[in-house]
């Protein structure tokens, strides 16, 4: 499979626990970027990666949250301490470079329910 | 007020209809259009893709963009029960930036 995984599928967490996603892009792809998205709601920009640099981070990211892209390659997404209002499907998207195409092509995404 | 509109459905057609998806924006700035697809728990699926204004066709499927009334639409043409889903349009300002997404328009197309 060429596309773009996310681990786990599923996650179910208790209030105050931290938590850890993971997200593989599409070969070569240098730009990644990470979503959030409530029943009902499109997608909500979070965070993006050009290589391994954090290029642009949402006012919606609060402290609690924190992404890496070490060596350009896979992501990684913290949440610490979460809080019931961070249950959503995180959704981690990747690019190709702008010289050949401009979409953005999405993982099937990381459900995390807070209890 | 969100800086892109979308209805957000149920839109019911019987199969074999022509389904019209539309959305409004408000930020003239915005270059790239897309469409995608999201079926339940799935993530969402690129569709189509427009750079500016015009029409783009790929099979079934015309994506059109009229930056003057900042207005985009997708056209399904002989929708089909597999076409059921819920359906994204999305933009951005320039290449590689993020997207900006409208709430979805749920579409179920009867057999």
């Known amino acids: 499979d060429t596309g773009v995984s996310q681990d786990p599928r599923h996650k179910i967490t208790k209030r105050g626990q931290n938590v850890t996603f993971r997200c593989d892009p599409i070969?070569?792809?240098?730009?990644l970027y990470w979503y959030r998205q409530t029943l009902g709601q499109g997608p909500e920009f979070l965070t993006y990666?050009?290589?391994?640099?954090?290029?642009?981070k949402s006012r919606l990211l609060s402290d609690r949250f924190s992404a890496e892209r070490p060596k350009g390659s896979f992501s990684t997404l913290e949440i610490q301490r979460t809080e019931q209002g961070d249950s959503a499907m995180y959704l981690c998207?990747?690019?190709?470079?702008?010289?050949?195409?401009?979409?953005?092509?999405f993982g099937q995404g990381t459900r995390l329910t807070v209890v | 007020q969100k800086e892109v509109e979308q209805d957000p459905g149920p839109l019911s057609v019987p199969e074999g209809a022509i389904v019209s998806l539309n959305c409004t924006y408000s930020?003239?700035?915005?270059?790239?259009f897309m469409w995608y697809r999201q079926y339940s728990r799935k993530g969402p699926e690129l569709l189509m893709y427009?750079?500016?204004?015009g029409n783009k066709e790929d099979g079934r499927f015309t994506a059109q963009v009229d930056k003057s009334s900042k207005y985009i639409s997708l056209f399904i043409r002989d929708s089909q029960p597999s076409d059921s889903a819920t359906y994204l349009c999305?933009?951005?300002?320039?290449?590689?930036?993020?997207?900006?997404f409208g709430a979805g328009t749920i579409l179920r197309v009867k057999s």
């Open positions: 998207a990747s690019s190709p470079p702008s010289s050949h195409s401009t979409e953005a092509f």
């Open positions: 070969s070569e792809h240098n730009r």
């Open positions: 990666f050009q290589n391994e640099a954090q290029l642009e």
């Open positions: 930020n003239s700035a915005f270059q790239y």
């Open positions: 427009t750079y500016s204004s």
């Open positions: 999305a933009m951005s300002l320039e290449y590689g930036n993020k997207l900006v």
